[in-house]
C-alpha cells in the first residue's frame, strides 16, 4: 500500500498560479505511475495530469494543457502539479493517485489504487 499526502491547495485569484505537492510512503518501489486528479462540486472526479514514475512520460487533460506542468522527485518520492494561469473553472479538490500496476495508457484511471485525502483548490474571479 502506498500513503499519499497532498499540500499547497488555497485561495487564489483568476490568473494566479499554485504548486501543488503529494509526497507518497510505504511501498512506493511499488509505484508506475502518479498522478493528480480534481472533482468539482456536483460533478465526476476527472482526470487532470499523470506521469510515468520510471520515464517520466506525461498525459495532461486537454483543459490543463500549456497552463499545468506536472513533475516528479524520485529521490523524495513527490509529485507536483504547477498550475498558472488558473481560471475559476479549476476552483475543485484535487487528489493525488499512485498506481503500482502496469498501465498501458497513462490516461486510464482506473489503474490509480491509492488516493490521498485531496486538497482544495478555489481560484476567485
Known amino acids: 500500500q502506498v500513503q499519499l499526502v497532498e499540500s499547497g491547495g488555497e485561495l487564489v485569484q483568476a490568473g494566479g498560479s499554485l504548486r501543488l505537492s503529494c509526497a507518497a510512503s510505504?511501498?512506493?518501489?511499488?509505484?508506475?505511475?502518479m498522478g493528480w486528479f480534481r472533482q468539482a462540486p456536483g460533478k465526476e472526479r476527472d482526470i487532470v495530469a499523470t506521469?510515468?514514475?520510471?520515464?517520466?512520460?506525461?498525459y495532461y487533460a486537454d483543459s490543463v494543457k500549456g497552463r499545468f506542468t506536472i513533475s516528479r522527485d524520485n529521490a523524495k518520492n513527490t509529485v507536483y502539479l504547477q498550475m498558472n494561469s488558473l481560471k475559476p473553472e479549476d476552483t475543485a479538490v484535487y487528489y493525488c493517485?499512485?498506481?503500482?500496476?502496469?498501465?498501458?495508457?497513462?490516461?486510464?484511471?482506473?489503474?490509480?489504487?491509492?488516493w490521498g485525502q485531496g486538497t482544495q483548490v478555489t481560484v476567485s474571479s
Open positions: 506521469i510515468n514514475w520510471s520515464r517520466g512520460s506525461t
Open positions: 510505504g511501498r512506493t518501489f511499488s509505484m508506475s505511475a
Open positions: 493517485a499512485a498506481s503500482s500496476r502496469y498501465l498501458q495508457r497513462l490516461d486510464d484511471s482506473r489503474g490509480f489504487g491509492s
